[in-house]
């Protein structure tokens, strides 16, 4: 997947309303968003009467940035906003979103990818306990370094480092530090593909924890051992397929350890220059600030598909489908046990060329959420307009 896709994703705002990044230059785009949700806070229809629906407005700027230095290139994609909120107004906050990715030439075969990616926003109000106006900010570091050959062996190594802060002072609690590491061997040839082996490590931390919970040993270790085939079959299909194992082994005495395999898997196929579908799927052990558990074991399904409609025109589509297994809750909002839950999401878009410099589109999603906890199980449907002026 192109860094322009990745980055896409990762901004937590509609991909619709993203622009292409330029292929060398700079490129502001002042942007308008309308979002109506009739379930804002994400609440149980069955124990929350009253209104939960709201009417949510962005103004921000997209920006995207391409700039190639020599043998070195370095990317910008993010949007810088503000969300008002016409009936919750205590969710009014800050919206921004960047992600760098930079590509510099090492030597020979050998590229350093040193990426960094800030988000700031409003915690994701499904799993809160309490639901309470909150800034979730997250930055990530990772440097990644990449010796691929035509053919032949190479090395395979990264770091990372990721801090997720909350700025109300009752989820400081969850506040969650991650750092990890990652080392492995890859075997490259034009007829086959490229195979990887590699070995990661992980370390989650709550560095606030013993606030809630005195004498707590917070935390877990993950290790995890990996093998990844990638291959691409002509211009049309790229994907790449992995197994491994993961054991996360918790540092507070009582809770459980977990040992199991995991797996992931990636497709993009185009069969043609206007229709394209994109596939995704992953199953790891993992960390999230919200929930208040030691660890996650995670399974993710998405599906995407985009087509041109024309010059001016594009329609997408797809769904996801995520359950989630809590390992060692810690309590730390409410004294009820998750368990776990599965959440699936359907969502349609429409985009239009307006002007040569003005851009709207449209997109309706559909959420649920399934748990045997009544305080976390919700439906959710939302429509999002916007318009954007390319400068």
């Not at 997720?164 to 086959?192: E, H, I, W």
């Not at 992995?242 to 082994?249: E, P, R, W």
């Amino acid at each position: 997947m192109s860094a322009a896709a990745g980055a896409a994703l990762m901004i937590p705002q509609s991909a619709l309303s993203q622009v292409e990044v330029p292929p060398d230059g700079l490129r502001f785009v002042p942007t308008i968003r309308l979002l109506y949700d009739d379930n804002m806070l994400r609440q149980n229809d069955d124990l929350v009467t009253g209104d939960k629906d709201d009417l949510r407005v962005t103004p921000s700027v997209d920006i995207t940035f391409r700039r190639q230095f020599g043998l070195h290139q370095l990317t910008v994609i993010g949007s810088l906003g503000y969300d008002f909120h016409q009936r919750f107004e205590f969710l009014d906050r800050e919206r921004v979103s960047l992600q760098a990715d930079g590509d510099l030439s090492v030597s020979g075969y050998c590229h350093a990818l040193p990426r960094a990616r800030l988000n700031f926003a409003q915690s994701n109000l499904s799993d809160q306990g309490v639901i309470s106006g909150n800034t979730q900010r997250t930055q990530d570091y990772k440097l990644t370094l990449n010796c691929e050959k035509p053919y032949g062996f190479f090395p395979v190594a990264s770091i990372g480092y990721l801090n997720t802060s909350n700025s109300a002072s009752t989820r400081r609690v969850f506040d969650m530090n991650t750092a990890s590491a990652s080392a492995g061997v890859g075997y490259s040839k034009a007829s086959l593909g490229q195979i990887s082996l590699s070995f990661q490590y992980e370390r989650f931390r709550r560095p606030h924890a013993d606030e809630a919970i005195t004498s707590l040993r917070d935390g877990a270790e993950n290790y995890r051992v990996a093998l990844l085939f990638r291959r691409h079959v002509a211009p049309r299909l790229s994907w790449q397929a992995g197994a491994s194992y993961f054991k996360t082994k918790a540092r507070a005495p009582g809770i459980p350890d977990f040992a199991g395999m995991g797996f992931e898997a990636q497709a993009a196929y185009t069969p043609s220059q206007r229709f394209s579908i994109l596939f995704d799927v992953d199953r790891s052990s993992r960390n999230q600030s919200n929930s208040g558990a030691t660890y996650i074991i995670q399974t993710d399904f998405a599906l995407r598909g985009n087509l041109k409609l024309g010059g001016r025109s594009s329609l997408s589509a797809g769904g996801s489908y995520s359950h989630r297994s809590f390992k060692g809750e810690l309590q730390l909002d409410t004294n009820i046990l998750r368990r776990s839950d599965t959440t699936r999401s359907l969502f349609a878009g429409y985009r239009y060329k307006l002007r040569s410099r003005l851009n709207a589109g449209v997109e309706v999603r559909h959420e649920w959420r399934e748990t045997v906890v009544d305080t976390y199980r919700y439906k959710d449907t939302s429509g999002l307009l916007f318009v954007g002026l390319d400068l």
